[in-house]
Nanobody, 126 residues
Framework: QVTLVESGGGLVQAGGSLRLSCAASGRTFSSYAMGWFRQAPEKERKFVAAISWSGDNTYYADSVKGRFTVSRDTAKNTVYLQINSLKPEDTAVYYC???????????????????WGQGTQVTVSS
């Protein structure tokens, strides 16, 4: 069992930055690939970024490449999402997720992930 808790969201002006954190509980966290998704009001949850269990491989949605960086600190059982050059269209609830099913997968679909956090709100003002 894995419990995920996101933090770091908030209200920020366009062009600003935020670092989201996802703290995980569970001894097997280090063996799971992790992902970030976001969901804007009345829209589908969409993939943002993923990082392999080792941290050596990452994968990003085209819409965030060059602005978002995913990383992980296994010693702290935490995954991060650094968001730079924020745009109003980045406004959404951001969720982290853990993939316990496929050790070498960098999942980009919500169905690839087994565990989800409760989300953290990011609001970008223009």
């Amino acid at each position: 069992q894995v419990t995920l808790v996101e933090s770091g969201g908030g209200l920020v002006q366009a062009g600003g930055s935020l670092r989201l954190s996802c703290a995980a509980s569970g001894r097997t966290f280090s063996s799971y690939a992790m992902g970030w998704f976001r969901q804007a009001p009345e829209k589908e949850r969409k993939f943002v970024a993923a990082i392999s269990w080792s941290g050596d491989n990452t994968y990003y949605a085209d819409s965030v490449k060059g602005r978002f960086t995913v990383s992980r600190d296994t010693a702290k059982n935490t995954v991060y999402l650094q968001i730079n050059s924020l745009k109003p269209e980045d406004t959404a609830v951001y969720y982290c997720a853990a993939d316990s099913s496929a050790h070498f997968r960098l999942g980009y679909m919500a169905s690839h992930y087994d565990y989800w956090g409760q989300g953290t709100q990011v609001t970008v003002s223009s």
